[in-house]
């Protein structure tokens, strides 16, 4: 069993950063890549980033545009989400995922899934 619980969301104004967290628990060595995906109001769930837990692999969907950062602390076995620059359109509900393969986009490629944290960018 793996658990996933992210954390962080809230409604921040156009322009702000906020950074969003992803604990894992139980059996996560079954993982090999951590992902953040998002699913706006009336849209498909969207690729956003994903990080290896072991090696250095990233990947980023090209609308984050240098705005957001994955990283990961496996010694918390936390993997986050720095998103700067804010924009409307980044509203959305997040959700952390956890994938026994690597580098993959795709939701699904993905085993474990988290609750999600809203969101929400106002102008």
């Known amino acids: 069993q793996v658990q996933l619980v992210e954390s962080g969301g809230g409604l921040v104004q156009t322009g702000d950063p906020l950074r969003l967290s992803c604990a894992a628990s139980g059996r996560t060595f079954s993982i090999y890549t951590m992902g953040w995906f998002r699913q706006a109001r009336g849209k498909e769930r969207e690729f956003v980033a994903a990080i290896t837990w072991s090696g250095y692999s990233i990947y980023y969907a090209d609308f984050v545009k240098g705005r957001f950062t994955i990283s990961r602390d496996n010694a918390k076995n936390t993997v986050y989400l720095q998103m700067n620059s804010l924009k409307p359109e980044d509203s959305a509900v997040y959700y952390c995922?956890?994938?026994?393969?690597?580098?993959?986009?795709?939701?699904?490629?993905?085993?474990?899934w988290g609750q999600g944290t809203q969101v929400t960018v106002s102008s």
């Open positions: 995922a956890g994938s026994r393969i690597g580098g993959e986009t795709g939701p699904r490629w993905y085993d474990y």
